[in-house]
């Protein structure tokens, strides 16, 4: 790449509404430093959504925090990297301007809407709570207006409900309650981590609906982050998968769906259940996630790969491969065979 | 909410009669001479054997005789009537005497858990690891495992005789004369609250709904001031209310050392003058002063966390 | 709040009592509790080492003397080596705690077990008399009881203080075994023993009680403390221990009029009452910190 498309890239990087760049997180723990996020760059546009997939443990959470800027540090630290939202490293800013980013341009679902929420206090308070507190309307306004955002949940009898605590309302509710809460200074960005994971598999879709119904009403860009490719499809535009705290591959959700370019992505899509595949044996990938204290030399994925070929693969770690269709990328030192169906 | 109340009443009301029985039960179950236990080692006379026969129905044998000894004891209770000392003194007119003294003492001490205990221990639950909270956990566990009456006895030997800041006695009833048996008294519950706050705070900054709140935008200090310690000061109430027992038991200790004529003071006095109807009087009273404190505090508890009201 | 995630896949698989233990062998509090138990042990199963002085042998010629080659502490108010009855004194004290702690832990697992194991009107009863018996400050109670047994009986020597204590303090204790066996019961590998077809006194032994003992042991240690603490309060009181049993609180009460005068004789049996209570109520608490993941 020559030096004139670099900067070619870098005034394209700052159109993005959030870009993250080149991050790197550690944990510092009893037993030794974790190496959570080893390098995660993504960005996203206005009003688009991006999936973050990945098993537990890959750093889509943590990725999430450090942008949100409720990481625990310590245990936690910020190696490297930088955070742009509209052109500004929100890691350079101090605590105070950060504080102003969080709920009004970015704004967060949380996994568990019962342990997310405050469990004394009802819920309309919380949810106007943001309105008084960060924009200084009265009580009763606040109060007023949180009803209407209950309502854009779709909760019924919001008014009646607004004096209810968390523990009163069905999982599917409660995370409403949440996803209310964090629409009150309508954000720009919402990150939703793992929205549906502790919800029953008929809730899970309506909560997803309402997603991305929201997204389209109010023109928010979104961050999905879930383990489950099943409910990325009908969400996302894009997708980036995580493994061992890198973006392993990186494409459109219809390209990725119909052909994967790294042999992990291959793997998670392979052993989804299919009903044409019937009577055939699942597939599954091999061995576990790495420990983040002792990730493998070389590709981290090495020990578990079915196309590996020594020694390149245990002793060199990949770059990013451009595929073919544009944006599309993959770490894995046969990107292209993968892709093309032709590693063995 | 009311059917949470009503349910805590009925336990109370058990609680009351198992406790009031216990007490009975251990001073007067059936065997020996009650009214030698009553006096202990000390003659009886005639005259005292007499009106004690006559007042606990001594004369009636047998489990009926005990039952309707106790219904006579319960119901005395229940009308304010806590018997006669061994000298013929209205127990009720000793507490009247003595009552100002100890509710001042009681109060003052609570006070100090709640200002220092709960605060250093919000501090500590804060900067958990700093070398604040490393010096007040051990500071704590140091009072903690000094029995009241040790503790009294130094800070009377250090504050009263070596650098004379106090008068060793506290019988005037002024609030600064109080202040060093009131600092006695607090001081294990300070150190238990302050623990049970710092562990209660580090617990909840670690929970998810902190991470919520943070990530609404609000400032630190309206995360911890108003999420965090709400939640948190749940188990510290429900302890204050517990520490109303060992208040009293300490009462007793600290009365003595420092001779505040108090409710304690009596309990002492009775023992070393082997005054039995004076002992379990009092004791009885104690009993149902922390009984009612115990509901009081069940019901504060419910208003605190709605989770409580709907079991 | 280090994401959930992520402490998953760090914690290497080690078992909770290794773990635990991993814990206590870098706990400084735990090896200074441990010393201090074992030296009043120590000096309470064999007073004759420590001191070659009777503590009986007081004489009024040598109240309030200094310190002597036989007296390092001096001489109290009745003339006696403070020394000696300092060291007398850890017998009792521990007799006490001992028996007492063994006594409540008996019937708290006992019935602890129980109720938890059983439930139904087993559970319902014993919650309810815990709740009395709980319902009464241990220091009253023990008052109350222990008037009775030495109005009654005469004596009020080590036995009857140790089973006042125990009688009175097994709750705390019972109420941890049997939460702590409910727990267990609903574990999946307790249900799956069942389900193989093991008998109830199997389950019990080789499933729920090891799962309640950690938890009993660390409030049987504190307890221990705590009895040391009651013991000495009773003694203080004049309705404990009495003379001629040597106690700490005992010594407490009996110099306690001239600590103006002369602290010593009261400042080294409190010393060395408040450092005993200490190491067990340390040693408890270290125990406790190294079982408890959710305080790492």
Partial sequence: MTDIQIQLDRVADDAHLLDVRDLFIEFHTRDGIAKVINGVSYHLDAGEALAVLGESGSGKSVTAQAIMGILDIPPGKIVSGQICYNGRDLLSLPEKERRQVRGKEIAMVFQDALSALNPVFPVGWQISETLRHREGVARADALRRAVELMELVRIPAAKQRLRDYPHEFSGGMRQRVMIAMSLALSPKILIADEPTTALDVTVQAQVMDLLAELRRELHMAMILITHDLGVVADVADRIAVMYAGRIVEHADVHDLYAVQGHPYTKGLIDSIPRLDHKGQELATIQGLPPSLMDIPRGCPFHPRCPYRKDPICSTQVPTDQRLASGTRTSRCHFAKEVLDGTAA | ?311 | MSSPEESTTLAKPRSLAADAWYDLRRSPIFWIASIIVVALVGIAAFPGLFTSADPKACSLDFRFAGPGPEAPFGYDVQGCNVYARTMYGARSSIEVGLFATLMAGTIAFALGMAAGFYGRWIDTLLSRSLDVIASIPLLLAAIVLLKRLSATGGSTGVWSVAFTLGVLGWPVAARVVRSSVISAKQQDYVQAARMLGAGNGRIMLRHILPNAMAPAIVVLTIMLGTVIATEATLSFLGIGLQPPAISWGGSINDNSAYVRTAAGPLLWPAGFLAVTVLAFIMLGDAIRDAFDPRMR
């Fill in chain 2, 1 to 311: 909410m009311f059917r949470y109340i009503v349910r805590r009443l009925l336990q109370m009301a058990l609680a009351f009669f198992g406790t009031t029985l216990l007490v009975y039960a251990m001073m007067f179950a059936a065997q020996g001479d009650p009214i030698q236990a009553l006096a202990g080692e000390k003659p009886v006379s005639a005259s005292q054997r007499a009106v004690l026969t006559e007042r606990y129905h001594l004369d009636k044998t047998g489990i009926d005789g005990f039952l309707y000894r106790y219904w006579d004891y319960v119901s005395n209770l229940m009308r304010g009537d806590f018997g006669t000392t061994l000298a013929g003194r209205s127990i009720s007119d000793v507490l009247q005497a003595a009552w100002p003294f100890t509710i001042k003492l009681a109060l003052m001490a609570i006070s100090f858990v709640i200002v220092f205990g709960i605060t250093a221990g919000v501090i500590a639950g804060i900067r958990r690891g700093s070398l604040f909270d490393t010096t007040t956990l051990l500071l704590t566990l140091v009072v903690i495992g000094i029995p009241v009456f040790v503790l009294g006895y130094i800070g009377q030997y250090l504050l009263t005789n070596k650098w004379r800041l106090f008068k060793p006695t506290a019988n005037d009833g002024s609030l600064y004369s109080l202040l060093l048996p009131a600092l006695v008294l607090g001081m294990l519950a300070l150190a238990t609250a302050l623990r049970l706050t710092r562990t209660s705070v580090a617990e909840n900054l670690r929970s998810d709904y902190v991470r919520t709140a943070k990530s609404k935008g609000l400032p630190q200090r309206r995360v911890i001031g108003v999420h965090v310690l709400r939640n948190s000061l749940i188990p510290v109430v429900t302890y204050l209310g517990i520490t109303i027992g060992d208040l009293m038991s300490g009462a007793i200790v600290t009365e003595r050392i420092f001779n505040v004529p108090g409710i304690g003071f009596n309990v002492a006095k009775g023992i070393q003058t082997e005054d039995g109807p004076l002992v379990v009087g009092i004791i009885s009273l104690l009993v149902i002063v922390y009984l009612t404190s115990n509901l009081i505090v069940d019901v504060l508890y419910a208003v605190l966390d709605p989770r409580i009201r709907y079991e």
